[in-house]
């Protein structure tokens, strides 16, 4: 499809983004941005604004030659209406001039950013010959972090628990389609699990994690409020935490704030991505357990990669 401009803005659709973001350019991407010295602890926040029909969310950053923010609107009773729950778009600018250069499907962008971050920890931190995923959820999340995490190891058995039948079946055959050994299964099969990926909209824990295996990860990605857990209080005792940054979790992450409020974990015990990613995992006991809310920095290093390998010249 040729590419649309608006007052020398660039317009990139969903399916640019698909076609020019592959899951496995988007992980390298991100990998490349913390390597080359992107510190998360000076990512601009993120700003939520209550409106009467939900809430918008603003999410900024700047790096290097671009800067940048996605916007976006949260309306859950948009479910009922039949439209998505979440829409927006992604503005990026030149950040010598500050001119815009291009608009950019914000919904496609999160679709693929937000599983990327993930496979990025699971990279670092599963076992190589990890290859059975448990995903909670069964939206395009749970999709494309299944997509995400086969980027990175090779999956031999994919289980999906879902809340509608409809749904967990929907998106086994969509995963049967695509290759993977994919069946339903219950909150009992974290028990044998390998890597676990929690991509719902749960206010309360999934699954005991006092069963979960001592060389598993497991990865949280639901929800960036603090009164909302993916995971319980036995987990985080047991396992090796890491977020995207310290001070981000302790403002948006229910599942970190949760347990520190409970006395399970403290701030102490909270371990970066970015030295993750720089410096390698350092041994542990117990599960690895990765949380991410979603940070403006995020956006902006996959943005650039969609903007550069549509418009000549760029990059």
């Not at 950019?104 to 990025?120: E, H």
Request: proline share 5%; with cysteine.
């Amino acid at each position: 499809m040729p590419l649309t401009t608006s007052s020398d803005i660039t317009v990139i659709t969903t399916d640019q983004v698909s076609d020019q973001l592959p899951l496995g350019t988007a992980i390298a991407a991100l990998e490349r941005a913390l390597h080359s010295g992107l510190d998360p602890e000076k990512s601009l926040p993120r700003s939520s604004v209550p409106l009467e029909q939900g809430s918008l969310l603003l999410m900024p950053g700047e790096h290097g030659a671009y800067a940048g923010v996605k916007v976006l609107t949260v309306a859950p009773g948009n479910s009922a209406r039949g439209l998505p729950k979440i829409q927006g778009n992604y503005l990026l600018f030149d950040a010598d001039t500050l001119r815009p250069l291009a608009l950019i499907d914000g919904v496609a962008l999160t679709a693929i950013r937000t599983p990327a971050i993930s496979a990025l920890a699971v990279h670092h931190l599963a076992p190589a010959a990890a290859a059975s995923l448990l995903v909670f959820g069964t939206g395009p999340q749970a999709l494309y972090h299944v997509r995400a995490v086969a980027a990175v190891r090779e999956l031999r058995a994919v289980t999906v628990v879902g809340r509608s039948e409809a749904s967990t079946v929907a998106l086994i055959e969509q995963l049967r389609a695509e290759g993977h050994a994919a069946r339903r299964g219950t909150a009992a099969d974290a028990a044998d699990a390998e890597l676990i990926t929690c991509c719902t909209s749960a206010r309360e824990p999934l699954f005991d994690g006092s069963l979960v295996r001592e060389d598993a990860v497991v990865v949280a990605v639901g929800s960036h409020e603090p009164h909302a857990r993916e995971v319980d209080d036995a987990l985080l005792a047991r396992s090796t935490v890491y977020v995207e940054d310290v001070e981000t979790a302790l403002r948006e992450a229910g599942d970190v704030i949760i347990g520190i409020d409970h006395g399970t974990i403290t701030r102490e015990d909270l371990h970066d991505l970015s030295t993750l990613v720089r410096n390698g995992a350092p041994s542990r006991k117990g599960p690895a357990f990765f949380k991410s809310v979603g940070m403006g920095w995020q956006d902006l290093v996959t943005a650039c990669v969609v903007y550069e390998n549509l418009v000549p010249g760029q990059g």
